[in-house]
């Protein structure tokens, strides 16, 4: 009966011995037409972006918002001023710095502690029941309406805004770690404990590797949480970062430099977020054919 | 004690029994494994079996009697029990040798030991050339072979088996089997083998149990004393499949 059957073979196949099914994506030679160019996903990436901008280009420079709109070359000129003159006595990297210096203080000190508080929230009942009605009464406040409070406790300086990011940043944090030990198949545990593994085994070896993911993932939406959060104190109180580059934009009646503020947040807030990327890829390289990367 | 090709009886089931509230699941099992012997146990389906395997592997507590290795009441801590569940379960967080040796990493085998033993079994199954890859880089069927392998890797007291090639289709149903088989004749390890598919049992096991339905007691023994390689359509393996299926038809 196995002889119909083709035995695995060790050709020095490295990764593909075919006998073994290894899953891989096989890319197809296909010759260049000018409908697959301008069907190309990249290609098509481009196109949109250039329009959008010409779209922008040509409504800003004509009247139709008296003035209240900054064309795109506006922006990146107002922009290239801001790297040599200061604003507030500082560049426009220093305002970058600062708002992302606030992000991430406040994202580091709320993962360090919202993180463990979810772990063991999961792990343990006895902490669940005590932490989870406290945290229920806070889960759904907005963050932002924090913002007077902690201006009244801490003042207009540095902890207040990174007081606000801590409290954006501590629920997506906690609730995805708790929910990634939650949701771990209870089968990985039982492969522990027929193998005679004990509970710190079980912790080790299943919950913690099978929750990164999740960890992560909450990681991100609190890293997009902390620059809402810095941006909303800045607007109300600041003598530095992106959220004052707007607010100052605005109060001159700047658009390019009110524009330019916006653009570069995302910007920054993206490269933050890229970061995470890199992290989870080195944390958890079991993940990386999962997702395509 | 020994059993009829005169080997040391290695593991006793005395009155397994389990209750869930008045339902009776299992109904004073008995029956004893020798040591190195490749037992097959078929029901139908509904019949208990994996609460009868929670029992044995000790995931769950008995409601009366127990399981003995070598005379003492089993004990995942103290024995070397293994499992293959029905579902594979590998740790996705290990690549594929990892994962093989994760049973010996709990049991605290030596290093050299792990590694010898790593090797043996990896070129033995065929998965040297993908040791390095994760298990969702390779197939589902692949991802059996390695729970099969990080189980026999312990060395097993006892190594139960549940239903672990249900899902596959017959093709690689037969290969796997066969390798089952060959891990079974070079580690000489003691299985307990649980399917539905009675040809299956027939094909691999030295021995067969024929559960009853609920609730669950022994209801047969049949010995299947073939040579190996077995051969489907050999006459005698036909009738030995016969009588287990007319066994598990008259309920």
């Known amino acids: 009966m196995s002889a119909m059957i083709k035995q695995p073979t060790n050709s020095g196949t490295g990764d593909r011995a075919i006998a073994n099914e290894v899953q891989e994506a096989v890319g197809e030679k296909k010759p260049m037409t000018i409908y697959r160019v301008i069907t190309n996903e990249y290609f098509l990436y481009c196109v949109s972006t250039v329009t959008f901008l010409l779209v922008w280009q040509v409504i800003g420079q004509s009247d139709m918002f008296k003035g209240a709109l900054a064309s795109p070359v506006q922006v990146v000129l107002r922009f290239d001023r801001m790297l040599t003159d200061t604003l507030a006595g500082l560049t426009l990297w220093g305002h970058i710095w600062a708002s992302t210096s606030r992000v991430l203080i406040g994202f580091a000190l709320a993962s360090a502690f919202a993180i463990p508080i979810g772990l063991f929230m999961a792990l343990n009942p006895y902490v669940d029941a005590i932490i989870k009605p406290v945290f229920d009464i806070f889960k759904p406040m907005p963050p932002i309406a924090w913002v007077s409070i902690a201006i009244l406790w801490f003042g207009i300086g540095e902890p207040s805004k990174i007081f606000i990011i801590v409290i954006g940043t501590f629920v997506p944090c906690l609730l995805n770690a708790y929910t990634g030990i939650r949701l771990i198949e209870p089968e990985l545990y039982d492969v522990v404990k027929v193998l005679g593994g004990n509970r710190r085994d079980e912790i080790i070896q299943v919950s913690f590797p099978a929750s990164f993911p999740a960890i992560f993932a909450g990681l991100q939406i609190s890293l997009s949480n902390a620059w809402t959060c810095v941006l909303a104190a800045e607007l109300v109180a600041s003598r530095s970062g992106l959220g004052f580059i707007i607010v100052q934009g605005m109060k001159m009646s700047d658009t390019s430099l009110v524009i330019g503020g916006m653009v570069i947040i995302a910007i920054v807030a993206w490269t933050t977020s890229l970061l995470v990327i890199i992290l989870e890829k080195l944390v958890c390289p079991w993940k990386r054919k999962l997702e395509g990367f | ?251």
């Open chain 2, 1 to 251: 004690m020994t059993d009829y090709l005169g080997r040391r009886n290695k593991i006793e089931v005395k009155n397994l029994t389990r209750r869930f509230g008045d339902l009776l699941v299992l109904d004073h099992i008995n029956f004893t494994v020798a040591e190195g012997e490749f037992l097959a146990i078929v029901g139908p389906t509904g019949c208990g079996k994996t609460t009868f395997l929670n029992c044995l592997s000790k995931l769950i507590p008995t409601s009366e009697g127990d399981i003995y290795v070598d005379g003492e009441v089993a004990n995942p801590k103290k024995h070397n029990l293994a499992f293959v569940f029905q579902e594979p379960t590998c740790l996705p967080w290990r690549t594929v040798r990892d994962n093989v040796a994760y049973g010996m990493e709990v049991k605290h085998f030596p290093k050299d030991r792990i590694e010898k033993k790593l090797n043996d079994i990896l070129n033995m199954v065929g998965l040297a050339d993908t040791a390095n890859l994760f298990p969702n880089q390779v197939s589902a069927s692949m991802m059996q072979r390695i729970a099969v392998s990080r189980a026999f890797a312990v060395d097993p007291d006892l190594l139960m088996m549940d239903e672990p090639y249900g899902q596959l289709d017959i093709k690689l149903r037969y290969y796997l089997e066969d390798e089952l088989i060959k891990l079974w004749q070079t580690l000489k390890s003691t299985v307990l083998f649980v399917t539905h598919n009675i040809e299956e049992a027939v094909y691999v096991a030295e021995r067969i149990l024929v559960l009853s339905n609920k609730p669950t007691h022994i209801k047969a023994e049949v010995l299947v004393d073939l040579p190996r390689p077995r051969s489907l359509i050999d006459p005698k393996f036909v009738e030995i499949r016969k009588q287990v299926t007319e066994l598990i038809r008259w309920w």
